[in-house]
């Protein structure tokens, strides 16, 4: 074996070669996330031309040949020779790495997007793009090809009276091997919060393969959020507080209003980027919310006495903070959390005397605040209660608790799992059938609560609950500690009917609102059962799919007679057959559970687990046509 470590060992990669092989350091992945990254990019740069004040209309249209259009009214981009490249600044845009606008702020004061490499990095991983931009009453065009490179030359097409860009691009299927299909959908979801975070902002989206089109226009922004966030849901508060102020060259835009559900939702922003983990703004936003309640109720006579902290006054909070900053910074590459200093200073300014004056001049929205906070604050002491309770049962028994957990001989997290099994039948052949080292059974017994519709206290008090809680020991909530996660795995296995189902979400509506850490951190799965077995002699496999069980039928048993069951329930398995099936590692199957977007989970959970059955009715008929799998 040779030694040699040389020259001929160093790669040089020339233009977007670095993109293409590596394409994840740009996009994240070449998977759904990442083909859709791609539209981001574009339409981010679109974006910030809207956030500089040059476009008010934006519209992306999904060709028949999977090809993406986006096109925006603003300024165009420069066509112009770049001093430094000697290319012209569309060419730049399009094939030099951190070539852009953005960091230039007499071009764009703020910005979202990556920095300068979106145009490029989408020209990199396709196949091809054409540039069209309409600017100083001509149109000009130029194509690039084969990743990124140059297929012509900046060409002009005529004169016109318009102006902006029109970009087309088709992925790459070498770089996106998994699917280059756009999903409908994620853009929609996409395009709508976009809109509402730039009020006045027209987005079109455009279907050519089944014919849809929408448009989303929001003249009160963050406003129309709030109102879209509490959809079906009683308000507390009759109005919608709203300010939008510049502070030492910030500007903040916060929307309030409560509603009578147990759970907080805030969602914060920055340059319109969806900051999931929160950060500054969203630090001084709670702290200055408290601040002016904590005052505004010092004030009032009826409510003397009263001292609340944030876990009080954040049930059934409903928020949009969104600000934009010269210079953001964040934690981490994934721009889920904001860490400049300034912007707490300048949310928490702008929150506090502003809110401290809504309530003054709301005083009966202030008081149904106040009142409802009241409640909370019970409600907070009982569940604070209910919590230790439960922390000195799973003491007392060690977690030990007889007839519904059976654990594992392991005390490694790292190679443990728990089974939550539906029904004791199941739970009894999940019991004998599993792995005794590494996997562990909880059994349940009929449906789980639905925390959606309870308070706190009374979630706490459930026994199925309790008992998930003490074993998988991390605790709930704020005192979630995923040091003291007792399974890397947590896996919901149950009948693939319409009940199991409904224990599914129901479970999972528990996890999301009590235990989301372990979604993020990516311990939830749900197991995947066979649908069929198919069997003739001695042969018999497995079918997950109506897909699977026909290419059995047409390849391997096709000229064989052959007997089909239909599982409708884990209790139809005997030990060894859920063992074949279900749990073995070798050769189960397995769904992560993964949140992608918070907003729309958070959607999903308050529509189908909520006490409003028109929203529940409406939301299944707007969403039933994007079902692929009933079974899953």
């Keep these: ?91 730049t845009i399009f094939t030099v790495l951190h070539a852009g606008g953005k960091f230039d702020e007499s071009a764009y004061k703020i910005s979202g997007g990556l920095h300068g490499v979106g145009a490029s990095v989408v020209n990199a991983l396709s196949l091809y793009v054409e540039a069209i931009v309409m600017r100083d009453n001509k149109t000009y065009r130029q194509l690039f090809s084969d990743g990124g490179t140059k297929a012509t030359s900046l060409e002009e097409l005529g004169s016109t009276e318009e102006n902006g860009t029109i970009i ?6 070498e770089i996106f091997k998994e699917s280059v299909e756009f999903e409908f959908k994620i853009i929609q979801t996409k395009i709508k919060q976009l809109a509402f975070l730039n009020k006045g902002l027209k987005i ?61 939702n805030i969602f914060s922003f920055c340059n319109n980027i969806f900051t999931s983990e929160g950060g500054t703004h969203e630090d ?106 439960t922390r000195r049962k799973s003491a007392i028994d060690n977690f030990s608790l007889p007839g519904k957990l ?31 080292k590494y996997q562990a059974i909880l059994s349940l017994r009929g449906k789980v609560l639905n925390v959606e519709k309870v308070k706190q206290a009374k979630a706490f008090e459930n026994n199925e609950i309790q008992s998930i809680i003490a074993a998988i020991g991390t605790g709930v909530k704020k005192d979630l500690n995923l040091k003291k996660l007792r399974y890397k795995k947590i896996v919901i296995m149950t009948d693939a009917d319409v009940d199991g189902a409904h224990i599914r979400i129901l479970l999972l509506t528990f996890f999301y609102r009590y235990m989301k850490e372990l979604i993020t ?16 002699g001695k042969n018999i496999d497995y079918a997950y799919s109506d897909a699977q069980l026909e290419k059995l039928k047409n390849e391997k048993y096709r000229d064989l007679k052959y007997i089909i069951q239909r599982y409708k329930g884990l209790g ?61």
């Design 168 to 173: 087309k691009f088709k992925p790459d299927p």
């Design 406 to 436: 059976a654990d594992c001989e392991s005390k490694d997290a790292e190679e443990s799992e728990l089974y939550l099994v539906e029904g004791d039948s199941a739970g009894g052949s999940a019991k004998i059938g599993r792995n005794r």
């Design 572 to 632: 139809e398995m005997d030990a060894i057959q859920l063992w074949e099936t279900t749990m073995d590692p070798a050769r189960r199957t397995m769904i992560q559970i993964k949140v992608d977007d918070a907003f729309m989970a958070n959607e999903v959970f308050s529509s189908l687990m909520g006490e409003n059955v028109e929203m529940r009715r409406n939301f299944i008929t707007e969403n039933a046509q994007f079902v692929e799998n009933i079974d899953i």
């Design 284 to 389: 001084g936003f709670k702290t200055s919310l408290l601040r002016a309640i904590n005052s505004y109720v010092g004030s009032q006579k009826n409510f003397k006495g009263n001292k609340f902290v944030f876990d009080d006054i954040k049930e059934g909070l409903c928020a949009v903070i969104s600000i934009k900053h010269v210079d953001p910074l964040y934690e981490g590459q994934t721009k889920a959390k904001l860490s400049n200093t300034d912007a707490k200073e300048a949310v928490s300014q702008v929150l506090y005397e502003n809110f401290t004056e809504f309530l003054l001049k709301n005083p009966s929205d202030a008081k149904s605040i106040v009142d409802k906070i009241l409640i909370s604050q019970k409600a907070r002491k009982a569940a604070q209660k209910a919590r230790e309770e």
């Design 1 to 91: 074996m040779s030694n040699k470590y040389g020259a001929n060992q160093i790669q040089v990669l020339e233009g977007l070669e670095a993109v293409r092989k590596r394409p994840g350091m740009y996009i994240g992945n070449t998977n759904k996330n990442g083909l859709h990254h791609l539209i981001w990019e574009i339409l981010d740069n679109a974006v910030d031309e809207s956030l500089a004040g040059f476009c008010d209309e934006i519209t992306i249209i999904m060709t028949l040949s999977d090809e993406i259009i986006i096109k925006d009214n603003g300024r165009g981009i420069p066509i112009d020779i770049h001093p430094k490249t000697n290319k012209t600044t569309l060419e």
């Design 204 to 264: 079109n989206l455009i279907d050519q393969k089944n014919s849809k089109h929408l448009s989303y226009r929001f003249e009160d922004g963050i406003k129309d959020y709030i109102k879209e966030i509490n959809s079906g849901k009683e308000k507390v508060s009759q109005e919608i507080f709203y300010v939008n102020n510049n502070i030492n060259r910030i500007d903040v835009e916060i929307a309030i209003q409560y509603n009578d559900n147990y759970d907080e």
């Design 521 to 536: 951190n990516g311990n939830i799965y749900i197991a995947q059962p066979p649908l069929y077995k198919i069997e003739s």
